[in-house]
Structure formats: C-alpha cells, structure tokens
C-alpha cells in the first residue's frame, strides 16, 4: 500500500439527493445487471440478500397523517477511512488485503480471487454494504448468457460489494490514455450505472477533487478536518448535505442531500440534545 | 523385505514430512486455491467487442427509448437511451432488467397444442392449420362475429392487424385491456368528444393536484413522469397527492391529503363546488362549456357543500377550500386522474369530475396544463375486403362494451356466445377483478388462441399457443401513451435473433389470414410483418428506422374544447365498495412490480421490500388503530366477500385507519420460481362492481375484515 | 487388554467400559464431523449465519475456547518462568487442554471461512494492519508450541517411553520446556490480545470499538488478562470435572489451591480493569459518537442489562472475591461455584465481543438483528467438546498426566 499524495489523484464520489429519490429500484436492477449479481428463489431475507446498493426506507415515526417517508439509496460508501488516510473500517481489518484502497481513485477494491471469506470486513462495515456469497451464483437455464464480460461473476465463499462500477473506471481510463490524455478522464466518460438509471436524476457522481466537476460544486468539500473531530474530512460545506455515521470518522465519499431536516438528522446518531446543537455545523470555511 | 511396526512407523513419518518439505504439498495447495478460483460452476462471461443497439422498451406503456449493450451479438446490458423524447436516459428497473424477459424459464420455445390437461408441441403449419380450421368452420355455419379477441391497447400495427383480421372475417368483437390510455380516451371522449385523449403537462405544471395518480409509482410514462416529478424541485413547483395512503408518490409531494377510498370523485366534485361558489374559475374557460354547467353548479351546491363534503371524503372543510384555491389561483394548475397506475379500475364520474376541474380552471391546452389532442394516428392500411359474410357478422352489436362486461356476459349467458377468442398481450385471467369468474368465462370459450411469449395465467387456458418473440426479437412501432405531452412513436427492434421457434405476432396473424384464404388472405397482402409495418408507417419509416422514434407532435394543441359535463351534470351516484365489512381493502401500486399482462422479473422480485414480501406471504399495510390485537409481522387472516387468505401485517402509520393496504403484483402462478407462487393476487380477492352509466369496472377496493391467524 | 499401555501403577476402568464411553462421545463427534462435510461441502449456507451475523456461534465458541485454554500459557509461564514449582502437578494437564483448545479453535477457523482451501493466503497476502493476521500467525505458531509442550507427556507412555530415543527426547525435551513456555507465552500474550484487538480496531462499530495504546485497543490488554486469569478456573474445572469422573483424587489441594489464589488475584485486577474500560467507554467513548449506553441493552428481546451484569459481577466480582479470600478458596463447594462461574464470565466476555457486536444497530434507522444458530453450526460447535473429551479420556488413560495420581491413590492389591 504506498501512500501516493491524495489530492493530486481522483477522488471519486456521489451525492444522491434524497428529495429526488423515489425509492424505485431502478438503481439497484441497473447495479445488478451492470455487475452481474446473482439472484435467488427467495431474496425476502435482507440479510443475506446481495444488493450493492440497497435502497432503505427511513420515516419521520409520526402518527397519521404526519406521517413522512424518504428513500435512501445505500452504495459502498467508500469509505477513506479515520481522517481520510486509507484506512477504511473494512480494508483495515482484512487480513489478506483482498479489499484495498486506491489512493489513485479512492475507491475501495474487491478481489474475489484474494478474498479466503473470513467476513472480518463485513463485521468491520457499519453500513451492511458487504456481502457474503452464500450460495453458488446460479442462473435458470441459459440466462448466463446475459452476463457482461467486464465483471467476473463471484464464486461462492467470498465477499463482494459495490465496486463504483469500477470496469467503468477502467474503460474511461483506457479511452483517456487513448487519447494521449491519461490523466483527465472527462466527466461523462466515467458515470456509474446506478447513476445513468436513475430516473429521477438523484445521483450525481464525479471527481470530489475537482472543482469543475457537478459532485464537487454540490457538495463543496471542506478541505480541512472537521475541527470538532479530526477523524473527519472533507465535510461538506453545504448545510443540506450530510453523510451516514460521519461521527465515527469513515468519511464516506457518499453525500446525501435533504431539505428534511428528520433526514439529515437519520444520517448519524445523537444524544438528546445534541443535534439541536451541532445541526448548523457545517465546514469552516461555511462560515467565510 | 520384513515390514514390522517401527519401519512402517517410519515409512509414515517419513512420507508426512517429505511430502511437506517438497515442493509438492506447496503445489498441491496452490492448485487447490487456483482451483477455487476457477470452479468450473461459476460462470465466466465471454469477452467480445462492444457494441450499442438502440431500440424501445415496450414493457409497459411508457414506451421508452433504450440502448442496448452488445458482446458481439449477444446483448448484455439495456440503459436508458440519451436524447430519447420519451425518457431522455433513465429507464425503470423492468426495463433494465429486460434481459431476463429474454430467458425467463415461463417463456413459450415452440407452438403448443392443448391435450386434455397438458399442452403438446406441434409445428407452426400444424397449429395454422388448426387454428384456420376452427375459424374457417365458424364462417362455414355463418358466426363469425362469435371470434373475439383481447389485446393490451387500441393502438399500434399489431393491435390493428388484429382488429383488421376480426373485421373482415365478420366480428366486432374486439377488446382492449383497461389502461391509462383507454381511460384518458373515455374521459375524453365524455368530455371533450369522441377521437380525442388527454395528457397532463406535468413538466411545466406549477400545482400538481393528483387524485392519488401514482406519478413515481408507474402512472402513466414512467420515466417521463419520474423526471418531471424530480424537476419539481428546481422549478418550485408543488405537489399535492390525495389518497388514502402514504404512497411514494405521496411521500415525495409537499403535501399529502388522505382521503376516504372511493371518494376522490365526491371531493373532486367539493373543490368544483367551493370553485364554482366563489367565482375562482376562469370565465373564459366556462365560456367553452358546452350547456350543463349551471346544472352542474346547482349539483354541487346542493350536494357537495364544504360540510358535506368533508364528510364523505373525511378531509377537513378547511382544507378543501385552501385547496381548491391553491389550486384555481396556481399559475399552472393541473388536476390529474388515473389512481395508482392508472390502470385499474376506475369510475368516469371519478374521472371526470378530476378533469372538470381543469376544465375550471382554464389550462386546456395551456402550458403546465392538460392537453386534449386528437388519438394517435400514423398508420395507413390499405381497405379491408369484406364479403357478405364478414358485413353481417361486423354489423352485429358487440357483447360488452368494454371487455369486462363481455366477460360477465360470457358468463350470464346460458349459450355459447364467443366460440374463438384470440389473446395477446393479455393476461385477463390473473389483471381482472375476480380472476375465478374470468377463468368460468374462458371455459366457456371452446376454442381460445393464445400468442404469448410466456407461459402466464391465461395463455394457461388456451387451446392452442402461438408463441411471440419478445420485444427484443422483434419490430415493432410503440406509440407513446399514458398521458405523455410529446406524440411519440418508436420502434422496437430485434436486438437478438429469436432464441426459440417463436414468430413476430403479426407475421402470425399474416399466416392464419392467409390460410382463411379469400378476402381475408386478400386483406393481408403482405409477405411479411416487417414489411407491413414498413408499409403501413412509410409516412414516418425513414425517422423511425434512423432515430428509431418519430415524434408527431411536439407541443402542446393550440386550439379550444368543448367542454361537457352532462354526464356529471346528471349527478352520478358514487359507488360503493362489496360487501358488509367494517374495513376496506384497497390495491397498492408498487413501482417495483409489474401488475399488467407482463410480469416482474426475478431482479425486480429481488428490490421488493421485506415489509411488502416476507418469503410467500404477503404483507398487508393497516393502520395501527385498525390493528387492533394483531402483531406487526404477524399472520392474520384477511376476509372479503370473494374468499378469505393468509396474510401477514405490517403496522403502519402511512395507512388511512379503517383500510387495509395490499400490493398488485404478486401471487402469479405460472412456472417461473424467481417471480412465482409469492404471496396474492389482490384480483383473487376483489370483484367487479360495474359503473351503471358507463359500464367500467369501478371496484376501487371491496369491503374486508381481518383477524389474528 | 490394554494394560500394557496403561502407565505403571495406575488404575483405570476395564477397556469395555471404556470402550463404551468413547463410543457415545465418538457419536456426537460423528454427528459435528458430518456437519463440518456439509458446511465445506455445500458452503455456509449450511448456517443461519447472514450478511449482519457474519461472525456467529462458533466464532464465539473459537475465542472461547482459546480464552479458557489461557490456562495452558498462564500455568506454563508461572511453572517455567516464575519457577512455581507446586504446579508441575497441573502443567502436563493444563497444557492438554490449551492443546484441545487451540487444535479446535484452528479447525472452527477451517470451517468457518468461506474459501477453507484458499485459508493459507492469510499467510501468503498478509495484512500487517490486520488483527485478524496477528491472530492467524501467533494461533498457528503457539498451537506448534503446544505440540512441542505436549509431546513430552506422550513419549511418557509406558510403551514409547521404553524405545530409548523416545524417552532421551523427553526427557531433554523436558529440560528445554523453559523455553518454549516462554515462546508460548509471549506467543499467547499477543494472540489473546488480538483477538481481543478484533473487536476492538472495528471503528465503525461503536459497541466494540476501544482506545488503546499506540495501534492496540484496550481489548487487546483486556483479552490477554481475562484468559490468563479465567484460563486456570477452567483448568481447575476440568480437573474437578476428571477428578469426578475417575472418581479419585488427581491433584493435591495445596496445588489447587494455589492456582485458585493466582486466579483469584488475576480476576480482580483484571475486573478492575474491565469496570474502568466499560465505564470509559460507557461515558466517553460511546457518546462522542452518539450512542447512550441504554442503545446497545434495550429495544430488543435478548440483549439486556442482565448481559453486562452477568458478565462483570456474577461472573466476574463474585468468582474474584471468592477466590482471593482464603476461607472461601478453600471450601470446596465455594471454590467449585467460583470457577464455574469464571469460566461462565470469560464466555459471555466472547459472547458480547463478538455476537452482540453484531446485533447491536448502527446505522440510526437500522434495527437489531438477531439469529438463531442452525443445528449445523450447533454440531460443529459441539464436534470440539466431543473431541476434547475423547482426547482427555485417551490421555488420562494411557498417558501420565498427573504426577501426583499413585501417591493420592496407593494401590491396593489389583485384582484382574
Ligand atoms: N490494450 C491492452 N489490454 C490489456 C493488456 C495490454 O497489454 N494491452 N494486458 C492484459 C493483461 S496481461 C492484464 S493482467 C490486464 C490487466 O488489466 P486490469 O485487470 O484492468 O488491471 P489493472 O489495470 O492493473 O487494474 C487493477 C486495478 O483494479 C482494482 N481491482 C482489482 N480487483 C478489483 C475488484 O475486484 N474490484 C474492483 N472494484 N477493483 C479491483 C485494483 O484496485 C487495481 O487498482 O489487462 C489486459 N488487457
Ligand atoms: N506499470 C505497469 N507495469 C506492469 C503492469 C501494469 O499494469 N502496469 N502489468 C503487469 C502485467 S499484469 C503483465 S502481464 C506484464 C506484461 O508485460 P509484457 O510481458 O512486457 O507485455 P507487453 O509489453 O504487452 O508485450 C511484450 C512484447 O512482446 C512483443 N510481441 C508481441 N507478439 C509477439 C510474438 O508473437 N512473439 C514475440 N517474440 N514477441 C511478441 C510485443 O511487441 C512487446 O514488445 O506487465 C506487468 N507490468
Ligand atoms: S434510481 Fe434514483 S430515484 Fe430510483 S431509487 Fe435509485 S436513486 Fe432513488
Ligand atoms: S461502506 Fe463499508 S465496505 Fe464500503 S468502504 Fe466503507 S466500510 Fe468498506
Ligand atoms: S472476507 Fe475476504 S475481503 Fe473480507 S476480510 Fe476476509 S478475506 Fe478480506
Ligand atoms: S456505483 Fe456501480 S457498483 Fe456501486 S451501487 Fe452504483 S451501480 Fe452498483
Ligand atoms: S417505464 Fe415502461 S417502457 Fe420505460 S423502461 Fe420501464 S417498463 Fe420499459
């Protein structure tokens, strides 16, 4: 793991505006058929359901009528790990380094082929985005003719998780270098495929590094660690905007956006009080 | 040479540790790991060149544009397709997820033959034989008119070809399944006359009141509405849903107004009412009224006063009346009708008391408003040759005027009256209101022609299947509907050859017409279906062939409408829901099910939550004051007059009290078990109530009771 | 039959009976072996394990078992490197059972990852930031050292020990023990720790995660001292448990008590320690992330405040107490209660480590998960105890454990 200079490589992330969001499934199917994941007779039981993106339903508990849903897109958070290092919860503990951090592109990798299924990484994830391969992947009869070469389909025994569509990466990498331009991948060459289905235009994804990419105007990074808690950085200097468990210093490179004050407030946990407290804190350089 | 103890003792220590120390243990450990990573059971996709197809989803009615990715010719992935008038990218997850259409276990690999219980496979010129025989003899004893056919919609060459080849062989007899499309044309037609449908400019609305359209559950173009529901953000525009529960739809409008089921029409009718009483309607817009509006007002104000209202519909006074001046003061005001999908049963009062309001307001064919627009037309078939035979059996009356009352009339009547019946794109037996009664009615029908693709509810009531090819392996022009602004049509196109011995459903009907010999063999010049189309849309084949769409129109009509409320002026009773039960089970639209004729794939089974599916139960939502005594996630027995299941609850706040919740979509029965034999088919559970004055199936939900399992 | 085998002198029940034992023992190992065929077989689907139990049953029963086999590398570190002679008495037996444990924590380790024969990359593609990696390298290393400790004890026997080979080996084996309980112990010091480490370095998991020193959480100490201090209560259960058994007295009390006392001191030093970390995690280090401490015992139908009060004062006060005050440490029904009961508290510690680590929800709008083993994973897990006792009785039977049996047991006049 050679720690490359962090800033001067990509830094790809999403921010998935949950007001948008309708909770139609239309990202988790684009996941599936884009990375060839397995279905099964039974996939009632989430909990050992494989879904690299899970959409949850979170709500207000408000009696009827005040009653109020949101739907929350959940990816691999890609998480940078305590103060944005490369230390994510899972890459951290895996013994074998079958999942690994690129600090050229900040996503967290998944080998199968490394991965012996001890599940260390999943115990260590506190978004549940990992999966374990239960079960052989099996297909009825002829429709493993529909996989995609770009993604090798997972034998049984090993993890697997959301990859940022990472052959998409690699293809645009290609076509950059064809170019004779192998540093600048352009925007639309490298997009998700939960992000290209979205209907309702939610997700946005991109660069987080780089100031003229659509990501990084939304969620205005704060390049500096949060001075309440140094394990986090790159809080976002939107007040709308939060991330999922930010207090615990994974900094997730998934940002999410909300004018529902509930919402935002899901996003972590707080004792009583406290959110009254800290809920218009927002990078420093807000306050500029 | 002696082997005692200690040398054999040896012998084994001395293999253990050699084995260890050479190479060999190391190379056997290696190659077993290798091994595991390359488990001949684990498929490995083969790699080729890439390519992109573009092409049209045809799905559900959205008609989208797609673009399917390639290895060499095997396709691997549909997207949405960029720049398409339709969706312009995205796409839904059954639309993604088209490719296990392709290989779905249920699908239909050769023609078949009913024998006794079982289907048979017989060859394509057999079952044309069998199927020209049958029809041919009908003639032969003068009945034509007693061959029927169903099919999805009245628009687009496939539906055309079948009406044309019920024509000239002498029936009237064709049906459509309920749609959005249908109801759009019939409150159209109520309203405004006849050769009109209505769509709603949802991109450019400022106030969006929606009569519980699920405008992101599936209403209407899917992806279309889901982009101009998103775009209301940007816009600042509002949206206000009224229905009795918490849907998606609801959950992302800025205000949701729970209203009593059944009562839509009754508070569409209230907000006319407060309208009309302090003069917010747009006085030029009245002036269109064609006589009855005085009528109607003296209606509304006798019946639909604040007070009453608010008690049938259970929305408070208050609220109505800020509603319904948000909504006449709106710049861009829109009404919308079509619940849940859009597709299901519904009332023409409920319709059209929804529409009147626009009418009300002002925005026909005004921008943000609702559009009235002539139907769809761009195909051009040449005349149909009809003999005196064929002349005779048109001429006669139909059954029913809408196919649920032909199958009542199938059923209520003691002889045979349909002795053919043709499906496609149809699955009656599992979408229609009290699937045991629609099944009563095909057993009746001695002879019934299915083309299905896939082996579902009806095509297993067939006598003989002429298998379709998918949407993937075939041409053919989708006309856009579902109340979509653009006039659209686009062209499906064969991303794969045929998988199996199936037919284009049209070069079927080419066939059976060919073998009927005579006028009607006359009346389908055409050697193949492609060709027909390519015929019958010259007009615009060039742009569909290159774009792969033709947009017919673009904005929005420019002229005025006549306006009627006759209908309504006449004051409709509102229906009630079946029988004697305290509470009162509704359908859910769910946009991760399909519900029509095309079933869910297993992917989009797989998206569905634990708290709507838990292993082969349904999950039922209810009001925590309705739940009284019943556990959340516990089984519970759910009661209607049609029968009585097993469901499991889901206590929720979201639910109207007093109503039970209960998706569509589930408990299909055919062979496919990623999609199959999971929890019910709410049609199991529901009947027909038939609106007397217009003859739709308007059972909104049916009356139930629900109890600890 | 079998006497030949038997060590010189010693009493043991005819080969039939014996024979009979062993075979019901060797039924339910036959029925953990079938389970552990179908779990490498068909996969852990054979498991009610899921994607939010990832570590479930048998995870616990592997730290378990390595917790209380802390007794082997306690008891050898006091004997060979704090020279307390008195437990040479104990030792042969104390290192049998570290040797069960740790063979079975290895075999749970085979069964329960998901590729078993791709088991060696964590060797192969090690992770030096891992736990799991430290734990992988001292188990494998100190169950080598147990071996080492342990195959002196086999060359004792009556049979082997007359090839003289076989009994110079021992006997310098013997000589040189000093050094590998060193080995063992400071092998054990780290992988105790790491286990405890495991838990601890799982940051997103506030229920779990520690501060520590430099890269070790707090777990990791924690870890180390509740398996040297509760790792003798299970060696002196056991003891008790064969002494029952074989109905004759095996060790001298003195002996007994002495270890007692060891452990006694230990589990009170280390339930201080344990009270401390709790109560900073409890008032620190959870609500700097949000969490009350009522989060992690209420809202759901298993894991409640008995858990914590199970675990640190029946289980942990009460033993402590018991065994450091010598009027209580010499009654045996007392003595008796404490040491089950430490070896309770040790077990519920893995427990709450590992299972409740993951039940515990997270995410604000997760929900608890609970899970309920299938009988797969109840066979394998039970397949160790078989094995251990099958081991114990082969051992007791044939090999000379206990130095002090003939003297507590004078032989009368046999009759065969
Ligand atoms: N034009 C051209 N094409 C070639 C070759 C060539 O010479 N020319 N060479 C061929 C040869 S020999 C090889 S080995 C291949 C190498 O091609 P690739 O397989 O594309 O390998 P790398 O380019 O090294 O990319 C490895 C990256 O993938 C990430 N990664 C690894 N595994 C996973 C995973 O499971 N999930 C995710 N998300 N990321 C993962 C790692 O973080 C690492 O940064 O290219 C082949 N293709
Ligand atoms: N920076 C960086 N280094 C890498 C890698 C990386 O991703 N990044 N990938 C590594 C990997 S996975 C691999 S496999 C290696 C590949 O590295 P190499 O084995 O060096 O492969 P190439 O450079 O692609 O091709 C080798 C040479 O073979 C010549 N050649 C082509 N066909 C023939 C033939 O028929 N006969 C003979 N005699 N010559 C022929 C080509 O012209 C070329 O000069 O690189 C490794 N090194
Ligand atoms: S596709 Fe878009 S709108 Fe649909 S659930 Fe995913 S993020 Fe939400
Ligand atoms: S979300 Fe989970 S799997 Fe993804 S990087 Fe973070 S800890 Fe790892
Ligand atoms: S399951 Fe695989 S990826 Fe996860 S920690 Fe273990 S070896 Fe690493
Ligand atoms: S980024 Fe790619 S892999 Fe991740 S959830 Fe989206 S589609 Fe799936
Ligand atoms: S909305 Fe309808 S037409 Fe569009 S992709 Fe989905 S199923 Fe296909």
Redesign the interface.
């Known amino acids: 793991m050679v720690q490359e200079n962090h800033n001067s490589a990509y830094k790809f992330g999403m921010v998935i505006d949950l007001d948008k969001c309708t909770g139609c499934g239309s990202c988790m199917v684009s996941c599936m058929a884009e990375n060839n994941v397995p279905f099964k007779e039974d996939e009632t039981n989430k909990k050992d359901s494989i879904t690299w993106m899970r959409v949850y339903k979170l709500t207000n508990d408000k009696p009827f009528p005040d009653t109020e849903v949101v739907y929350m897109p959940r990816p691999c958070q890609q998480c940078g790990g305590k103060g944005d290092h490369g230390h994510s919860p899972c890459v951290s503990v895996c013994p074998a380094v079958a999942t690994d951090y690129g600090y050229d592109t900040g996503i967290v990798s998944q080998i199968y082929t490394r991965c012996f299924g001890c599940r260390y990484c999943m115990g260590a994830c506190p978004y549940h985005a990992r999966y374990f391969n239960w079960w052989d992947p099996k297909w009825p009869e002829g429709m493993e003719k529909y996989l995609s070469p770009n993604v090798s389909p997972r034998m049984r025994g090993v993890v697997e998780k959301c990859s940022f569509c990472y052959h998409r990466y690699q293809a645009a990498r290609d076509k950059a270098y064809a170019h004779g331009n192998k540093d600048h991948i352009k925007e639309e060459d490298y997009q998700t495929a939960c992000t290209t289905a979205c209907p309702a235009g939610a997700i946005v994804f991109g660069d987080l590094n780089n100031p003229a990419h659509e990501v990084h105007q939304i969620v205005k990074p704060d390049p500096h660690p949060d001075p309440r808690n140094k394990h986090v950085a790159g809080k976002s200097r939107n007040p709308k905007i939060f991330r999922l468990l930010e207090r615990l210093g994974t900094n997730p490179k998934v940002y999410y956006l909300s004018e529902r004050e509930w919402v935002r407030k899901q996003g972590d946990n707080y004792l009583e009080g406290e959110w009254e407290k800290i809920k218009n804190h927002h990078g420093k350089a807000s306050h500029g | 040479m002696k082997v005692d103890r200690r040398s054999f003792l040896g012998l084994g220590i001395g293999a253990v540790a050699g084995i260890a120390v050479s190479p060999m243990g190391m190379k056997l450990t290696d190659d077993s790991a290798i091994w595991t990573q390359n488990w001949p059971w684990t498929p490995v996709p083969v790699d080729g060149k890439v390519n992109y197809e573009k092409s049209v989803c045809s799905l559900c009615p959205g008609s989208c544009g797609i673009s399917v990715r390639k290895i060499d010719n095997r396709p691997v992935k549909i997207e949405g397709l960029a720049d398409h008038p339709v969706n312009d990218g995205g796409a839904c997850l059954h639309g993604i997820a088209g490719l296990q259409y392709l290989y779905d276990p249920a699908r239909i690999k050769t023609p078949l033959k009913k024998n006794g219980a079982n289907f048979e496979k017989i060859s394509w010129n057999d079952a044309i034989e069998l199927v020209a025989e049958k029809l041919s003899n009908m003639r032969e004893k003068g009945s034509p008119e007693k061959l029927a056919c169903i099919t999805d919609k009245e628009q687009g060459s496939v539906s055309g070809l079948f009406k044309r080849l019920l024509k000239t062989f002498g029936s009237p007899e064709f049906y459509t399944m309920p749609s959005l499309e249908s109801y759009l044309e019939i409150t159209a037609s109520a309203l405004h006359g006849k050769g009109k449908t209505i769509a709603f400019d949802l991109e450019n609305a400022s106030f969006v009141l929606s009569f519980g359209a699920g405008i992101i559950e599936g209403w209407g173009s899917p992806v279309s509405c889901f982009k101009a529901n998103a775009s209301r953000k940007t816009r600042h525009a509002q949206l206000y849903q009224i229905e009795p529960r918490l849907s998606n739809t609801a959950a992302n409008a800025d205000r949701w107004i729970p209203v009593k089921p059944g009562s839509e029409a009754d508070l569409a009718l209230g907000i006319s009412s407060v309208i009309l009483k302090n003069n917010l309607f747009d006085s030029n817009a009245t002036s269109n009224f064609k006589g009855d509006l005085n009528k109607l007002a003296a209606v509304l104000q006798k019946d639909y006063s604040l007070a009453k209202t608010a008690k049938i519909t259970g929305v408070k006074p208050d609220d109505i009346k800020k509603i319904a001046t948000l909504f006449a003061k709106a710049e861009m005001p829109v009404a919308v009708f079509g619940k849940g999908r859009g597709d299901g049963a519904q009332s023409l009062k409920e319709l059209a008391a929804v529409h009147t309001l626009n009418c009300l307001v002002g925005n026909i064919n005004k921008k943000g408003g609702a559009f009235v627009k002539p139907n769809n037309q761009y195909l051009e078939f040449p005349d149909v040759a009809m003999d005196s035979i064929a002349k005779t059996g048109f001429g006669k009356n139909k059954t029913g005027k809408y196919v649920n009352q032909f199958f009542e009339e199938v059923n209520r009547s003691s002889q045979s009256l349909i002795e053919a019946l043709f499906i496609y794109n149809a699955n009656p037996c599992y979408t229609l209101h009290d699937t045991k009664k629609i099944k009563k009615a095909l057993d009746k029908i001695p002879f019934i022609v299915s083309f299905s693709s896939f082996l579902d509810e009806t095509a297993m009531e067939a006598d003989v299947i002429l298998p379709s090819h998918t949407f993937m392996e075939r041409f053919e022009d989708v006309p856009s509907s579902g109340g979509l602004v653009k006039t659209v049509v686009g062209l499906t196109r064969p991303v794969i050859r045929p998988l199996f011995n199936t037919k284009t459903p049209g070069d079927s009907l080419i066939l059976i017409a060919k073998a009927l010999k005579g006028n009607i063999a006359k009346s389908f010049p055409w050697t193949t279906y492609d060709k027909c189309l390519e015929s019958l849309t010259s007009r615009i084949w060039n742009s569909l062939s290159e774009d792969g769409f033709a947009v017919l129109s673009n904005g929005m009509p420019g002229d005025s409408q006549p306006v009627d409320v006759s209908f309504l002026a006449k004051n409709p009773a509102s229906l009630k829901a079946q029988g004697n039960y305290d509470l009162t089970l509704i359908p859910i639209d769910n946009m991760r099910l399909m519900s029509a004729a095309t079933a869910s794939s297993p992917f989009a089974v797989k998206t569905v939550s634990d708290s709507v599916l838990k292993g082969k139960d349904i999950v039922v939502e209810i009001n925590p004051l309705t739940a009284k005594g019943l556990k959340n996630r516990g089984f519970a027995v759910l009661t209607t007059p049609m029968g009585k299941t097993r469901v499991k609850v889901n206590i929720n706040e979201g639910m109207m009290p007093g109503v039970i919740g209960m998706v569509t979509g589930l408990g299909h029965t055919f062979d496919n078990k990623y999609v199959s034999n999971k929890g019910v088919n709410i049609n199991d559970l529901i009947g027909q109530v038939i609106e007397p004055d217009s003859g739709l199936d308007a059972a909104f939900g049916i009356k139930a009771s629900i109890s600890k399992a | 039959m079998d006497s030949a085998l038997i060590p010189e002198g010693a009493k043991r029940c005819p080969l039939p009976k014996f024979s009979i034992g062993i075979a019901i023992v060797s039924a339910v190992l036959l029925w953990g072996v079938y389970a552990m065929f179908l779990c490498w077989f068909k ?3 054979q498991t009610n ?7 479930a049953l048998w995870i616990w029963a592997d730290l378990a078992v390595i917790a209380v086999g802390g007794g082997a590398f306690f008891t050898g570190l006091l004997k060979y490197i704090f020279k307390i002679d008195e437990l040479k008495n104990i030792i042969n037996f104390a290192v049998i059972i570290g040797f069960i444990c740790y063979s079975s924590a290895l075999l749970i380790l085979a069964i ?11 060797f ?4 030096v ?5 430290e734990v ?1 390298f001292c188990l494998s290393a100190y169950f080598a050292v147990l071996t080492i400790e342990f195959i002196p004890n086999i060359l004792e026997n009556r049979q082997a020990n007359k090839v003289p080979f076989f009994h110079h080996l021992a006997h310098n084996m013997h000589g040189v023990m000093a050094i590998f309980a060193a080995t063992g112990a400071f092998l054990s010091f780290f992988h105790q720790g790491s286990l405890g480490g ?1 838990a601890g ?6 229920f779990a995660v520690r501060e520590g020193l430099l890269v070790w959480p707090w777990t990791f100490f924690l870890f180390t001292w509740s398996a040297a201090a509760y790792g003798p209560c299970f060696t002196l259960l056991v003891t008790k448990t064969t002494e029952a058994i074989t109905g004759k007295k095996l060790v001298k009390d003195n002996v007994i008590h002495l270890l007692a006392k060891i452990s006694g001191w230990m589990i009170v030093t280390y339930i201080i320690a344990k009270i401390i970390d709790t109560a900073y995690w409890a008032m620190v280090t959870a ?6 401490l009522s ?1 992690f015992y209420t809202d759901n139908s298993f894991y409640g405040y008995w858990m914590l009060i199970t675990e640190i004062v029946i289980c942990g006060v009460v033993p402590g107490a018991i065994l450091i005050t010598k009027s209580t440490r010499e009654n045996p029904k007392l003595r008796l209660v404490a040491i089950i009961l430490g070896t309770i508290g040790v077990c519920l510690n893995r427990w709450v480590m590992v299972l409740q ?2 039940a515990v929800p ?5 929900t608890w ?1 609970l899970y309920i083993p299938s009988w797969q994973e109840i066979a394998t897990t039970v397949l160790p105890v078989a094995y251990g006792v099958i081991l114990i009785a082969f051992a007791y039977r044939y090999l000379p454990v206990f130095p002090q049996e003939q003297e507590l047991n004078q032989v009368k006049p046999v009759t065969e």
């Open positions: 996969g852990l689907n394990m899921n994607d939010y139990y990832g570590f329960d990852i998901g590729q078993p024969l791709r088991g060696w990359f964590i192969w593609h090690a992770n930031h891992s736990m799991l990696t992988a495991v370095v799982m940051y997103g998991r506030p609500p700097s992330l949000g969490f009350n989060h680590i993951m997270v995410m604000s709008f997760d998960a």
